[in-house]
Structures are given as C-alpha cells and as structure tokens.
C-alpha cells in the first residue's frame, strides 16, 4: 500500500521572462508584461509531495520534519526575495518559467529524498497557474 504525503511552502521572488537571443519586440510579443525589463515577482505556492510505503516501525512514507527543513533549506533559501534571473545562478541561462523551476526544483529535492519514495512538485505561480512535474 502506497501513501502520498505533501508539505505545502511558499517563497516570495522576481523574474523577467524573455530570450535574449530575440529582439525586444519579439519577447514582449511571445512573454507579454512578463518580459518587463525591470522584472516582476510573485507569491509562489509550493506543494511537494513524496509517495511510497508507509515504514512498520514509525508509520511514517517520510518524516514530515526532514521534508520541511529540506524544503526550507534547497528551495526557500535559494529562491525566496531572490531575482531568480540574476541572483539564482541556474537561470542565469535557463528562462525562469514556471515549468522551468519546477523542474529544477524536482531535481534539486531528488537527491535529497530517498530513492524509493516517488516524488512530485506542484508550483503555483498565481492562484490560477500553476504546473506540475515528477520526473518524467
């Protein structure tokens, strides 16, 4: 029998959404008010959630403390009243789209968590956007 425990956690941060391979016109065609030069931010939302076999002996998919403080150290940490363009070194290439730093924040947590246990990531942008990612 496998169980899904989440720990919800929000961070606070900036962004701006543009190519910069591409002229001016053509981000603020493709990336609308997002590609704003002087950035915009948002109130994330985040959701993680670990799957797997509750253990015998503590009844416990994963200790929801370790979660939380892994959460609070690999993500809020890094990303919370950041520019995540300028201030989180893996956008300094990589568009900071939604899907973009979900992913990343997946990976960053996979090698954190054991193995065993499955694992996806809920990020909320606004209340009404938000994606999903577990790997695949």
Known sequence: MKVTVSRKSHFNAAHRLYNADWSDARNATVF??????????????LIV??????????????DMKI???LISIEI????DHKNLNEEVEVFKTLNPTAENIVVVIWNQLRTKIDE???LSV???ETPRNFVSYSGE
Do not use: Q, R, W
Not at 32 to 45: A, D
Not at 49 to 62: D, L, N, Q, R, W
Not at 76 to 79: G, S, W, Y
């Open 76 to 79: 809020e940490e890094k990303f």
């Open 116 to 118: 065993s246990l499955e």
């Open 122 to 124: 809920t990020l909320y």
């Open 67 to 69: 979660l939380k403080d």
């Open 32 to 45: 609308g008010k997002c590609s704003n030069p002087n950035y915009h931010g948002h109130n994330y939302e």
């Open 49 to 62: 959630s670990v799957k797997g076999e509750i253990h015998p002996e503590t009844g416990f998919v994963m």
